[in-house]
């Protein structure tokens, strides 16, 4: 069977997608990847054929500011449509052309495609292909008890926030989001397709896939009135590790073990490997709030200030890097400071680790509102934490063995199965291989 995955050329778009691949290819499969240049040498690691971008326009981690300056200058809900609009909604009509163009040399039987992409009724409805939606973010899907896009909300537990949330929802439907509709309904209008009027547009990649495969464990998420049944929850979907290689935190490159400094604690610190221009946002904030602490404090930067922030930060129980190596740096980490990826999150909680999250956008207030109500870390709901804050977060997390222990069951959810394995299992199903 032939198998394209297509996905965004943002690392964390596309490395959770990775370990499924290699799981296909090994299970006899023939494997493509459609996305940006950028990704050209883990491919060639992978023994996956790229099928590059042509007409698409290559959003990446490190050139959104170069082709959107004012981007910059935008916060909140201005930021998330602006987002919405040109990095997401803008490329449809071009993912799709190239995907019917590749489509004659690479005559794919299924497609495996990232959720961000919106080409999902394009690839089905006019190329007739079974298409798994692949969700590396948390679940999007609209739901009566869910709340809101992009407020960070829980759960409400009243009628006052019951109606604080419906206000906001209008709110993310009809203005945040509007930009990005209008563009995508103007698109899919040129092919000739009607998109329904209700509903939003985060719905239609699990509106117009055969079956979603939904990263993270369904304890992850909120607690829902209406459950899809082509949603799979499969676990957490980590970048694949090639045999004898440590995965970076951004870059997947091979890093040699360090022999870390010894210490009672140890506290892990990022800001992410998108929005890590900017270090006073979290970095900084959380070194001047652990730096006196008895505890070693690693800081991977993202490759951004590094030798500036090592010179500002000469402490013996400070480590500055540029990447470490996550998955083994958490197996003794204490608590991990971060501002609220979804990878990073679900890295943590695979190794029992807690949180303190702080960020907003790309969407990571959702991500945190679920931390929070999960209850395995402290979500302090804004982009410039302060000190003190960060410390007695941290501190309330040390102090406190429960953080330690909601954060070791969900570990124990993480570990119940082999979630690339079953995520394969989903994309045979879609193709009609398997009945189960």
Not at 340 to 349: I, K, T
Not at 366 to 395: C, F, M, Q
């Amino acid at each position: 069977m032939k198998i394209l995955f297509a996905s965004q050329a943002i690392d964390g778009h596309f490395n959770p997608m990775t370990g499924v691949a290699v799981c296909l290819k090994e299970r006899g499969h023939e494997v493509a990847w459609y996305t940006g240049p950028v990704f050209s040498q883990k491919l060639r690691e992978l023994d996956v054929p790229l099928m590059p971008f042509k007409r698409a326009i290559e959003h990446r981690a490190d050139n959104l500011f170069e082709l959107y300056p004012e981007r910059a200058k935008l916060k909140g809900p201005r930021a998330i449509g602006f987002d919405g609009e040109k990095i997401f909604a803008s490329n449809v009509s071009n993912f799709f052309e190239d995907i019917r163009e590749l489509e004659q040399d690479f005559s794919f039987d299924v497609a495996v495609v990232d959720s961000s992409m919106f080409v999902h009724r394009l690839v089905s409805h006019l190329m007739g292909k079974p298409l798994v939606n692949f969700v590396a973010i948390p679940n999007m899907e609209s739901d009566p008890q869910v709340p809101p896009l992009f407020f960070g909300f829980k759960p409400p537990r009243n009628a006052v926030e019951r109606s604080v949330q419906a206000a906001a929802g209008v709110l993310s439907d009809k203005v945040i989001l509007r930009p990005a509709g209008l563009s995508y309904r103007r698109q899919l209008a040129a092919y000739g397709q009607n998109v329904p009027k209700r509903g939003r547009l985060t719905d239609e990649p699990y509106n117009t896939s055969k079956a979603v495969i939904q990263t993270g464990p369904e304890a992850l998420d909120f607690p829902r009135r209406n459950r899809n049944p082509a949603v799979h929850y499969v676990g957490a979907l980590l970048p694949y590790r090639l045999p004898g290689t440590a995965a970076q935190a951004s870059g997947d490159e091979a890093q040699v073990a360090e022999p870390w400094p010894q210490y009672p604690r140890t506290l892990l610190v990022t800001q992410g490997t998108v929005d890590n221009v900017d270090q006073d946002k979290l970095i900084v904030p959380a070194l001047e709030a652990v730096k006196d602490m008895d505890a070693l404090v690693i800081v991977a930067t993202g490759g951004r200030g590094t030798e500036a922030l090592k010179s500002r930060y000469p402490q013996p129980n400070i480590v500055v890097r540029d990447f470490v190596d996550f998955a083994n740096v958490l197996d003794f980490t204490d608590v991990f400071i971060t501002n609220g990826g979804f990878g990073g999150v679900q890295l943590s909680l695979s190794k029992g680790v807690p949180m303190v999250v702080s960020g907003i956008n790309e969407g990571k207030s959702d991500v945190n509102a679920r931390v929070e109500y999960a209850g395995v870390g402290i979500s302090l709901k804004t982009e410039r934490p302060r000190p003190s804050r960060i410390a007695k977060a941290v501190r309330e997390i040390l102090s406190d063995p429960a953080w330690r222990a909601r954060a070791g069951n969900m570990r124990d959810q993480f570990a119940a199965g082999d979630p690339a394995a079953v995520a394969a299992g989903v994309v045979e199903k879609a193709a009609g291989l398997r009945a189960e």
